[in-house]
């Protein structure tokens, strides 16, 4: 047991942030990660992207909609391959709002934001990231 | 705009334990949420299933290994179909521990979780869930 063990790993690759961003747009589904009664939360959300603002929907009395108003919450996304033992995460940090002012809910309407499950879904919530992570994972061909 | 909107919406279905468990049965790869520096955080590990608890593996010095350590953590797996709009996820919570025990090192060892990145990984943590929770959404066929 090596007890000098490093928090970095060769393999993993550290993205910069267009990178990151890039790789958002590529996908439909993040999750959203919350504090719920004390206790940590994750539920995944189909999402858009408006600059580098992402925005859900979620139903007004939904738990996700209260546990998220005005909190911090995380929101990642990522995208593997178990053949080829590589994949990219990409995990933002920041602000959660309800989006209240009408001009603004209109314009996001606009974005193609469509709620999977069915349901009056008439909440946005947008998340203003003021940290943004990703890491790519490629194992080293020699292996 | 519907002020009486639901929390739970048509085509989302929750599932029993057993399905929940299956269905972490055949993913590699799942998200660790906890807290950091008393912020969300969230990171992709693989991971294998040891009965009913999540084993995964960390390097010793590692991030998740400090932020882990004896703390209340969500484990989430899901799997999604974007041309379908079908899919599933599963949230376990549970406190995750340290797995110090040689004896029980060496059956962990033979579970066959191979890390996907290199690097010294001789930290195993064990999640003992205490709430499980599944869903399923499938857009009816009518839409």
Redesign the interface.
């Known amino acids: 047991?090596?007890?000098?063990?490093?928090?970095?790993?060769?393999?993993?690759e550290n993205l910069g942030r267009s990178d990151c961003f890039a790789l958002l747009r590529s996908v439909?589904?993040g999750?959203i990660?919350?504090?719920e009664a004390a206790?940590?939360?994750?539920?995944?959300v189909n999402f858009v992207l408006d600059g580098d603002d992402v925005i859900i929907r979620t139903?007004?009395?939904?738990?996700l909609a209260a546990a998220t108003r005005s909190a911090?919450?995380?929101f990642?996304a990522?995208e593997?391959d178990?053949d080829a033992?590589t994949?990219w995460?990409v995990?933002l940090?920041g602000r959660a709002e309800a989006v209240v002012d009408e001009a603004e809910r209109r314009e996001l309407a606009t974005l193609g934001l469509t709620?999977?499950?069915?349901?009056?879904?008439?909440?946005y919530i947008r998340i203003r990231p003021e940290?943004v992570r990703g890491r790519r994972?490629r194992?080293?061909a020699a292996?």
């Open positions: 047991m090596d007890a000098l063990a490093r928090a970095d790993s060769p393999g993993l439909p589904i999750r990660v919350f504090t206790l940590p939360a994750i539920q995944p139903g007004m009395g939904s738990k911090v919450v995380a990642e990522d593997y178990e033992l994949g995460s995990v940090v709620p999977w499950a069915l349901g009056e879904r008439p909440h940290i994972i194992r080293p292996l």
